[in-house]
Antibody, heavy 119, light 107 residues
Framework: QLQLRESGSGLVKSSQTLSLTCAVS??????????WSWVRQPPGKGLEWIGY???????YSNPSLKSRVTISLDRSKNQFSLKLTSVTAADTAVYYC???????????WGQGTMVTVSS | DIQMTQSPSSLSASVGDRVTITCQAS??????LNWYQQKPGKAPKLLIH???NLEIGVPSRFSGSGSGTDFTFTISSLQPEDIATYYC?????????FGPGTKVDFK
């Protein structure tokens, strides 16, 4: 059974870079059938899709985050990562990694990791 | 971006009640719509994909319908474990976007 687990720094200083990793277990990240996404949720608020990456390395990031987002894949470690630069308090959120069947629904999610941006 | 709206934003119901949530897209998204359930402190769970297809293992009291811009999510008989926030999400156009959520609790 495929599982996802986020890890990374839980506290990031304003203007610095947020870095998270999603470890995939129970399956291969190199499967062509799936895309791998990041979704975030500010405290008490709704869900925002950050972007995705395919096994080919093709990525797409939400324009709302402008050019601050980098999503990458490490096939040797079976994981994918998120970097978000120039963070502000507005980036404080629970960050989830998730799998999609192609570009359809997010059918498997990590447990989420809280990231707080401090001044 | 495609804007998703949901109504109501919250509702209170009793066990056994029929619960209906609507989701509207700002443009035609065909049937490229999913529904999620999120309980406090937990990750969202995909319940329905492609507007009306139940995920494997999801109870049949959950259902979805609609196409184009107007969609409906129904719980035919509310159970205690259904207390949660429900989100719709479109995947017709990038970026994927979610509705603001509907919080369902007990009356």
């Amino acid at each position: 059974q495929l599982q996802l687990r986020e890890s990374g720094s839980g506290l990031v200083k304003s203007s610095q870079t947020l870095s998270l990793t999603c470890a995939v277990s129970g399956g291969s990240i190199s499967s062509g059938a799936y895309s791998w996404s990041w979704v975030r949720q500010p405290p008490g608020k709704g869900l925002e899709w950050i972007g995705y990456i395919f096994h080919s390395g093709h990525t797409y990031s939400n324009p709302s985050l402008k050019s601050r987002v980098t999503i990458s894949l490490d096939r040797s470690k079976n994981q994918f990562s998120l970097k978000l630069t120039s963070v502000t308090a507005a980036d404080t959120a629970v960050y989830y990694c998730a799998r999609s069947r192609g570009v359809s629904g997010f059918d498997i999610w990590g447990q989420g990791t809280m990231v707080t941006v401090s001044s | 971006d495609i804007q998703m709206t949901q109504s109501p934003s919250s509702l209170s119901a009793s066990v056994g009640d029929r619960v209906t949530i609507t989701c509207q897209a700002s443009q035609d998204i065909s049937n490229y719509l999913n529904w999620y359930q999120q309980k406090p402190g937990k990750a969202p769970k995909l319940l329905i994909h492609d507007a009306s297809n139940l995920e494997i293992g999801v109870p049949s009291r959950f259902s979805g319908s609609g196409s184009g811009t107007d969609f409906t999510f129904t719980i035919s008989s509310l159970q205690p474990e259904d207390i949660a926030t429900y989100y719709c999400q479109q995947y017709d156009n990038l970026p994927f976007t979610f509705g603001p959520g509907t919080k369902v609790d007990f009356k």
